[in-house]
């Protein structure tokens, strides 16, 4: 049985409700992770939704030693001038080998934290990521690909990509349990082919 990993989840003010429920439920009832709440601002946060969330840790990385992975979720507030350096916590797991992600406008934090030098990536568009950070460390490696990218421990994914998000997250923290994963994958394949046929059929 594989040892169990702790994942932290980390969210901003205003962060997108669909991009990590998938990665965390599944890393728990599937893979018997751990997942903690993290956050460099004060609690409760609120989601695009209106839902409130407690974080149960600061992003000090101190704090967050056993964390095996981290993974930034979108905001908006990821764009802004204002917007929190995380830097630290993500380089501190990258540095002991643990898988670090970023979903739609986290990419941004793992963009300034410069993990995407040398490391295929991706985000939400080319322009998009470098409209907020021209010169960024890894232009070069960028993939205009509408789903996740995994790449030396660094997992990355356009907002639109949750499903991809979480099935790469998990096969770079876990390995051994491609196979599984596999699953996940064809899991959510059938899902959409069943809806692409029905309409298909439809028209």
């Known amino acids: 049985m594989t040892a169990p ?24 009832e599937w893979f018997g992770s751990r997942a903690v709440a993290i956050s460099p601002h004060a609690s ?11 974080a149960t840790r600061s992003t000090d990385p101190a704090e967050n030693m056993d964390l095996d992975a981290v993974a930034v979720i979108g905001s908006d507030g990821w ?14 797991v990258a540095a002991r080998g643990g898988v670090v992600g970023g979903i739609c406008a986290g990419t941004l934090a793992l963009a300034r934290a410069g993990l995407f030098e040398g490391t295929s990536h991706t985000s939400n568009g080319r322009d998009w990521i470098l409209g907020h950070e021209p010169a960024y460390a890894g232009a070069a490696s960028y993939q205009d690909v509408p789903h996740a990218v995994a790449d030396n421990n660094i997992v990355s994914a356009p907002g639109s990509a949750p499903g ?16 599984q994963i596999g699953e996940m994958r064809a899991m959510f394949a059938r899902e959409h082919a069943m809806v692409a046929r029905a309409h298909g059929d439809a028209s």
């Open 79 to 92: 764009a802004a001038k204002d917007a929190p350096d995380v830097a630290p916590l993500l380089k501190a």
């Open 164 to 179: 991809t998000f979480a099935a790469a997250f998990l096969e770079a923290l876990y390995p051994e349990m491609a196979g």
């Open 5 to 28: 990993k702790t994942i932290g989840v980390l969210f901003i003010e205003g962060y997108a409700d669909w991009e990590y429920g998938l990665l965390a439920a599944s890393a728990v």
């Open 44 to 54: 409760p946060l609120t989601s695009i939704a209106g839902f409130s969330l407690a």
